[in-house]
């Protein structure tokens, strides 16, 4: 009760918010009550990242993938270059039944961790990506030229190998 009259009374505070929704999932409130405290919350304090991950996050979690996608491309149009709202995209792509999507938003996600000098991010953006598509051959070479990056020589010839075993098989 106390957190929620905290709520109540500070609807621009993103924390009182989140902690508040955050209560009501673990009380086992209604999913629809839940989501109604974070939108409300992101009324209050339109364009917050954590807020709107948040939505996404719950909507994936309510299986309401459609309405999770729409929130997750809406948030990541606003913030493209934030991994959070990238990652947040490749993942209700995929849970819509998307992968070719997925795959893109995931690159995207490399490319965004690799511009950020996070290599190791890098690499585990594409290997989520080739879990997706296994010897994807676009995915493939980005992740031999992290890997390389990185210093992994090792790693890196292994995937260069891997690409060039898809070059000459029929």
């Known amino acids: 009760e106390r ?20 209560v009501q999932r673990a009380t086992r409130a209604a999913p629809a009550a839940v989501l109604a405290t974070l939108e409300r919350a992101t009324v209050a304090s339109p364009g917050n990242v954590p807020l709107s991950l948040a939505i ?17 491309q809406r948030i990541e149009a606003a913030n493209p270059n934030d991994p959070r709202t990238v990652e947040a ?43 997706l598509k296994p010897d994807a051959p676009e995915v493939l070479q980005r992740l031999a030229g ?19 075993q898809q070059d000459t098989q029929p």
């Open 146 to 164: 992290v890997q390389l990056e990185r210093g992994d020589r090792a790693a890196a010839i292994a995937s260069a190998r891997r690409l060039q």
């Open 89 to 131: 995209l490749a993942r209700a792509q995929l849970a819509s039944g998307d992968r070719q999507q997925a795959i893109s938003s995931l690159l995207l996600l490399a490319d965004v961790h690799r511009a950020g000098k996070e290599g190791s991010a890098a690499e585990q953006a594409l290997r989520k990506a080739l879990a």
């Open 3 to 22: 957190l929620r009259a905290l709520a109540e009374r500070n609807p621009r505070s993103v924390e009182a918010q989140l902690s508040y929704a955050d």
């Open 56 to 72: 996404v996050h719950h909507r994936l979690a309510q299986r309401e993938f459609p309405q999770a996608l729409a929130a997750a």
